[in-house]
């Protein structure tokens, strides 16, 4: 059973039925709504970080793509029908559709595998929460569905939370776990988020709208207009990362719905959701240590767990942390789960001790990265942790590249 949805601020409660030319808030409102829900918020990583959306010099060149007008008209007439957003064909959709189509076709495949392992886990609390299926696609939009994404704002998550934000609406935040990447909890609170914005306007569009650029923007642009409501009408008024993360959001609905007719299929597919299990852990242990005793690799542990911080999880009496593991190396894990526990005992009576001989400078290898390499393939190759190398290179993923060079310290050569 989800928790009650948080009820909608006293502050812009009485103004929700308000009509079309009864002003929505006071400016002093206005401000106080933002600062209170987003701080400075355009916190998006549309436009700073993942390089999602399309920039107006990307979409000059659009002859490579043919998609008759018509077939378009008729393809987002029936993506209309059936979903509460409005699709309405127009010049400037159109134009984005085939910007994505040009500019970004190559990383569907693989936004599309991690959209199987995402997307079920999303549409279950959308549901939940009475929000349209296909919000799912905003957290493309928002993250590339990264978990780890940050933007320059430090808006973090598959929903890019800003940090009062994520608190106000229940996501804590530590040195050792940040809620806003945990996918389960930041999708819970990004319905929850979602359904107070469409309390206010009523109107998914509006909603999405506040999502990014906050509901007191969209409030001011409505004002703007004359009191129009529709998207469209009021674009011309909101600011420009606003203006162009709505079309980004329909681009994108419209590619996921007609991939097949434009020859895009998911690659890749790490692992999908149900073959997923989760552990309560009952020490504090590092996923190098999961791995060292199950085999379980640490970028598959990465991926399953994106909120622990320092790829370490942390046992607090009376707070519960979980390990998500696949579901295959469920039994194996609970059968050497003391082993583990014995290891991270062992591990941190050692901490304070001098560093051992293959920490220093005399025995520093240069490892150039090849083709079919993971941190966890190198790492075992030298009888070192995947936690040592990053912290010799000052990685703060696992993500290499081919021709990479890395400082590797060898246990074994």
Known sequence: MLAQQKPVDSLYKDQLLANTTTPLFT????????SLLLEAKYKSPLFDSVQYVISPDEAKNLSTIAIPTEVLKERLQRLDEKTPFHLAYNPALEKEIKSYLTYRKKYYPSLMAKAEYYFPMFEKYLEAYDIPLEMKYLAIVE???????????????????????????GLRISSYVDDRQDPIKATIAACRYLSDLYTIFGDWDLALAAYNSGPGNVSKAIKRSGGYKNYWNIRPYLPRETAGYVPAFYATMYIFEYAKEHNLAPVGIPIMHFETDTIHIKKTVSFDQINEVTGIEAE??????????????????DKEHVLTIP???????????????????????????????????????????????????????????VSDIKTWNRLKNAQLRIGQTLSIYPKKL
């Open 300 to 317: 598959m542990l990465e991926f399953l767990n994106p909120s622990y911080k320092l790829d370490i999880i942390p046992y607090i009496k």
């Open 143 to 169: 993250s590339t569905l990264n978990p780890r994404a940050v933007s320059r704002a430090g808006a973090r998550g598959l929903w890019q939370f800003m940090y009062l934000t994520g608190k106000q609406y």
């Open 327 to 385: 579901k295959k190396s469920t039994i194996d894990f609970l059968a050497k789960e003391k082993q583990l526990y014995e290891l991270a005992t062992q591990d941190a009576a050692k901490r304070e001790k001098p560093l051992p001989k293959y920490f220093e400078m005399d025995k520093r290898l240069l490892y150039k990265v090849q083709k079919g390499d993971y941190l966890g393939k190198i790492a075992k190759k030298f009888g070192v942790r």
């Open 27 to 34: 400016d002093k409102e206005l401000a106080t709504i933002d």
